[in-house]
Antibody, heavy 116, light 106 residues
Framework: EVQLLESGGGLVQPGGSLRLSCAAS????????MSWVRQAPGKGLEWVSG????????YYADSVKGRFSISRDNSKNTLFLQMNTLRAEDTAVYYC?????????WGQGTLVTVSS | SYELTQPPSVSVSPGQTASITCSGD??????ACWYQQKPGQSPLLVIY???KRPSGIPERFSGSNSGNTATLTISETQAMDEADYYC?????????FGGGTKLTVL
């Protein structure tokens, strides 16, 4: 059974940093590209960032470029999202999802709240 | 940047057919997929590569994509189909989601 388990969310002040993790199991993690997708409260889905299966290629939405950094550790089946210079508009549930290239599987999400 | 446009809401009576559209420039030249999201749950892929259904998705869900419009069709709509639906496509190496459509079954 495929499982994606996000962690690392919480309350952070504007300008602060947070690192999200996504632990994967039930599939060959190193064979799949992965992405982070977020959903602000009461709003729609927004793709944030993606990474190739090897980790060599990374992609970002314009809204987070230069502030967020995606990475992965294939030896530990884990995906990361380093979020710096956080803003109120980054408040959202952050999901990790595998790409095939569709998003076949999603985690349960982790809530990030940016507020003073 | 590339945009996908969906109607904010669609209403359908139980047992009838619901159609949700997704519009984008030359969307028919790309693959479209659709996700269902119920309150408090993560999104669920219901259609990929325009018209294919993942394992476990009922046959009443179907999709098409041509010209500038992709369409998700739900036949014999049931109360359990009430949810938000999002279309998605790739533009170069970035992912684009539509704004979402709330399907109400009443």
């Amino acid at each position: 059974e495929v499982q994606l388990l996000e962690s690392g969310g919480g309350l952070v002040q504007p300008g602060g940093s947070l690192r999200l993790s996504c632990a994967a199991s039930g599939f060959t993690f190193s064979s799949y590209a992965m992405s982070w997708v977020r959903q602000a409260p009461g709003k729609g889905l927004e793709w944030v960032s993606g990474i190739s299966s090897s980790g060599d290629n990374t992609y970002y939405a314009d809204s987070v470029k230069g502030r967020f950094s995606i990475s992965r550790d294939n030896s530990k089946n884990t995906l990361f999202l380093q979020m710096n210079t956080l803003r109120a508009e980054d408040t959202a549930v952050y999901y990790c999802a595998n790409q095939s290239p569709n998003f076949d599987y999603w985690g349960q999400g982790t809530l990030v709240t940016v507020s003073s | 940047s590339y945009e996908l446009t969906q109607p904010p809401s669609v209403s359908v009576s139980p047992g009838q057919t619901a159609s949700i559209t997704c519009s984008g420039d030359k969307l028919g030249d790309k693959y479209a997929c659709w996700y269902q999201q119920k309150p408090g749950q993560s999104p669920l892929l219901v259609i990929y590569q325009d018209s294919k259904r993942p394992s476990g998705i009922p046959e009443r869900f179907s999709g098409s994509n041509s010209g500038n419009t992709a369409t998700l069709t739900i036949s014999e709509t049931q109360a359990m189909d009430e949810a938000d639906y999002y279309c998605q496509a790739w533009d170069s190496s970035t992912v684009v989601f539509g704004g979402g459509t709330k399907l109400t079954v009443l």
